[in-house]
């Protein structure tokens, strides 16, 4: 499939309110927890995704295939196979593990601002387990990823969540959406 009937499929299933979303981030971040609340709404603790989930979600008016894909940096070669078509991306930070925020980082670089496929999505990074003591809020993890830096070509909003408590997340979703053509 070339690339301008790509564009144009993804422009027309957007009319329609259908999109594919991907949802990307560090292993135990909380993507398969976030795309299980977003069809359910309701918390669980999933075991680690080994390649990927994909569950078709409803938003409003708007029907999301989204890819939930592996985080372990083993399973990080398998996102590529999901890029094509994707109208939005969701980036997971688990934002109380500072430890991890540089790995983060590197891997918002590789995977996202320097992609070929995603370089018109727009890009809703989800600060997430601000439930938990330590967990940094969104304006000081923007700094802490360098995205003021990074990020200036993108058009992004980052959002701090908590899952746990369901919150953030409607919100965070409504402005993926928005952005979305
Ligand atoms: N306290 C708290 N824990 C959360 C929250 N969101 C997710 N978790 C927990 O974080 C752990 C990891 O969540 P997962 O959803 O499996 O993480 P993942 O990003 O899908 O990880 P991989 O599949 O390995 O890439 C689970 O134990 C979740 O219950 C939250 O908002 N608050
Ligand atoms: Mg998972």
Redesign the pocket.
């Given at each position: 499939m070339g690339r301008s009937f790509s564009t144009w499929l993804r422009k027309r299933l957007i009319r329609e309110h259908r999109a594919k979303i991907i949802i990307l981030?560090?292993?135990?971040?909380?993507?398969?927890?976030?795309?299980?609340y977003l069809k359910q709404n309701e918390?669980?603790?999933?075991?680690?995704?080994v390649g990927q989930n994909i569950e078709v979600i409803r938003h409003r008016n708007w029907n999301l295939t989204a890819i939930?894909?592996?985080?372990?940096r083993h399973?990080r070669f398998l996102w590529d196979t999901h890029y094509r078509g994707v109208s939005g991306v969701i980036f997971?930070v688990?934002a109380?593990d500072s430890f991890r925020f540089e790995e983060a980082r590197a891997v918002m670089i590789e995977h996202l601002f320097e992609n070929e496929f995603l370089k018109t999505c727009p890009i809703l990074i989800i600060a997430?387990?601000?439930?938990?003591a330590g967990s940094v809020p969104a304006a000081t993890l923007i700094q802490a990823l360098g995205l003021h830096i990074d990020l200036t070509q993108h058009t992004f909003q980052i959002f701090g969540?908590?899952?746990?408590?369901g919150s953030g997340i409607e919100e965070s979703l409504d402005w993926l959406i928005s952005r979305m053509e």
């Open positions: 981030g560090l292993d135990a971040a909380g993507k398969t927890t976030l795309t299980r918390f669980s603790s999933p075991q680690p995704t939930d894909v592996a985080g372990q399973f997971v688990d109380s997430n387990k601000q439930d938990l969540c908590s899952i746990l408590h």
